[in-house]
């Protein structure tokens, strides 16, 4: 199928090809997913759990950063095929960077979580489920986690601030979000100390990729290098401005 002119993805071999060419991905392993996994005695195997492909054309000389992740279906011990999970670090003085997600094949639930006093006392917790064409931002100040529950791959696509780095550690030491999606449903995560209600939210529907958007305008995306913009669009109804 084709994500973007140029740009297409193959299942068979769960790959990229740009204009012809099969791209190399960042391959993910099981192990590397150890320490945030619901039950971790229940991993068996290992090799490639998801596969990232890196700063894609066609805004690779932007100031933003265009990946593609796909996530195949697997399960351990219950719990559904996830990212590892991470937080984006902030420029000074503000909450953290944002990012967009688009989903352009499976269907995804984005697992949302805003810490307040120490990343063990979440604040907010967001749910949103979407499926092709959907947009979810995550807004600034939230870590994120992305489950695949679809019966197939999961194909998805993000835009973000091409100098944020991602921080896993908190994921780490918390094993993964506060809550973890399983066949059972959503169970709460005992690491965490304060846990709150979760917070369902919908996507954005959009039938056209919204990196085409940004290549015609990038200006109306200067809100991911700003977070103080982002925090006043209101996304997923998150203004930043509850206290800490
Ligand atoms: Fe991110």
Same mark, same amino acid.
């Given at each position: 199928m084709q994500l973007i002119p140029g740009l297409d993805y193959f299942e068979e071999h769960k790959s990229l090809f740009l204009n012809g060419n099969m791209l190399k991905p960042r391959i993910r392993r099981f192990s590397e997913l150890l320490k945030v #996994? /619901?039950?971790? =005695?229940?991993? *068996?195997k290992d090799g490639a759990a998801y596969y990232m492909f890196r700063d #894609?054309?066609? !805004? /690779? =000389? +932007?100031w933003a950063r265009f990946d593609v992740t796909v996530i195949p279906r697997w399960e351990i011990g219950g719990e559904l095929a996830k990212t590892k999970g991470h937080y984006h670090n902030s420029p000074k003085g503000e909450p953290s960077y944002p990012e967009i997600y688009q989903v352009h094949k499976g269907r995804a639930l984005y697992l949302l979580q805003k810490p307040g006093k120490?990343? +063990? *006392?979440? !604040?907010d917790f967001v749910a949103v489920q979407a499926e092709s064409g959907d947009i979810v931002v995550i807004p600034p100040g939230y870590g994120h986690v992305t489950v695949n529950i679809g019966e197939d791959s999961l194909v998805m696509s993000n835009i973000i601030y091409r100098e944020v780095r991602s921080n896993y550690k908190p994921f780490e030491e918390l094993r993964g979000a506060a809550y973890h999606y399983t066949f059972s449903g959503f169970l709460r995560n %005992? %690491?965490?100390l304060q846990v709150p209600r979760i917070r369902f939210e919908k996507p954005w529907r959009r039938s056209k990729p919204i990196v085409l958007e940004f290549v015609r305008d990038d200006s109306s995306f200067s809100w991911l290098k700003y977070p103080r913009e982002a925090c006043k669009m209101g996304f997923l109804g998150v203004t930043c401005d509850e206290e800490k």
């Amino acid at each position: 199928m084709q994500l973007i002119p140029g740009l297409d993805y193959f299942e068979e071999h769960k790959s990229l090809f740009l204009n012809g060419n099969m791209l190399k991905p960042r391959i993910r392993r099981f192990s590397e997913l150890l320490k945030v #996994l /619901r039950y971790p =005695d229940k991993l *068996n195997k290992d090799g490639a759990a998801y596969y990232m492909f890196r700063d #894609l054309p066609p !805004i /690779r =000389d +932007s100031w933003a950063r265009f990946d593609v992740t796909v996530i195949p279906r697997w399960e351990i011990g219950g719990e559904l095929a996830k990212t590892k999970g991470h937080y984006h670090n902030s420029p000074k003085g503000e909450p953290s960077y944002p990012e967009i997600y688009q989903v352009h094949k499976g269907r995804a639930l984005y697992l949302l979580q805003k810490p307040g006093k120490g990343y +063990s *006392n979440i !604040i907010d917790f967001v749910a949103v489920q979407a499926e092709s064409g959907d947009i979810v931002v995550i807004p600034p100040g939230y870590g994120h986690v992305t489950v695949n529950i679809g019966e197939d791959s999961l194909v998805m696509s993000n835009i973000i601030y091409r100098e944020v780095r991602s921080n896993y550690k908190p994921f780490e030491e918390l094993r993964g979000a506060a809550y973890h999606y399983t066949f059972s449903g959503f169970l709460r995560n %005992e %690491e965490y100390l304060q846990v709150p209600r979760i917070r369902f939210e919908k996507p954005w529907r959009r039938s056209k990729p919204i990196v085409l958007e940004f290549v015609r305008d990038d200006s109306s995306f200067s809100w991911l290098k700003y977070p103080r913009e982002a925090c006043k669009m209101g996304f997923l109804g998150v203004t930043c401005d509850e206290e800490k």
